[in-house]
Nanobody, 123 residues
C-alpha cells in the first residue's frame, strides 16, 4: 500500500524556519523514479503547487511565492521541504504528492497524496 506521510508542521513566528518531511512507503519503484510535488492550501483558497522535482530528469521548479525561500530535497525514502524566512501568508496545510513522469505543479497529475500537515506563521 502506497503511503505518503507528512510531518514537521507547527506554529512559528514570521522570519523563522521550518522543515517538513514526507515519508514514502509502498511504492513499486524507488522514490527517485517518481516526481514529487509540494502543495499547500490556505483557508478558503485552492490547493496550489509550490515546488516539484524529478530526480531522474534533474528538474526542479519553485513558484514565485516561495522561490529563494523554500528548498525541496530528498533522500532514498523521504522528501523534505526546507522553509526559510516564513511569512504569515505561508500559513496553510502542506501536502506532498507523487507521480510517475515529469515534475509538474498540476495537482490533477498526481496519483498519490499525503494527509497534510498544518503550518501556521503568526506572531
Amino acid at each position: 500500500q502506497v503511503r505518503l506521510v507528512e510531518s514537521g508542521g507547527g506554529l512559528v513566528q514570521p522570519g523563522e524556519s521550518l522543515t517538513l518531511s514526507c515519508a514514502a512507503s509502498g511504492f513499486t519503484l524507488e522514490l527517485r523514479y517518481y516526481a514529487i510535488g509540494w502543495f499547500r492550501q490556505a483557508p478558503g483558497k485552492e490547493r496550489e503547487g509550490i515546488t516539484c522535482s524529478n530526480t531522474m530528469s534533474r528538474i526542479t521548479y519553485y513558484s514565485d511565492s516561495v522561490k529563494g525561500r523554500f528548498t525541496i530535497s530528498r533522500d532514498k525514502n523521504t522528501v523534505y521541504l526546507q522553509m526559510n524566512s516564513l511569512k504569515p501568508e505561508d500559513t496553510a496545510v502542506y501536502y506532498c504528492a507523487a507521480r510517475r513522469g515529469r515534475a509538474t505543479t498540476a495537482r490533477s497529475s498526481y496519483d498519490y497524496w499525503g494527509q497534510g500537515t498544518q503550518v501556521t506563521v503568526s506572531s
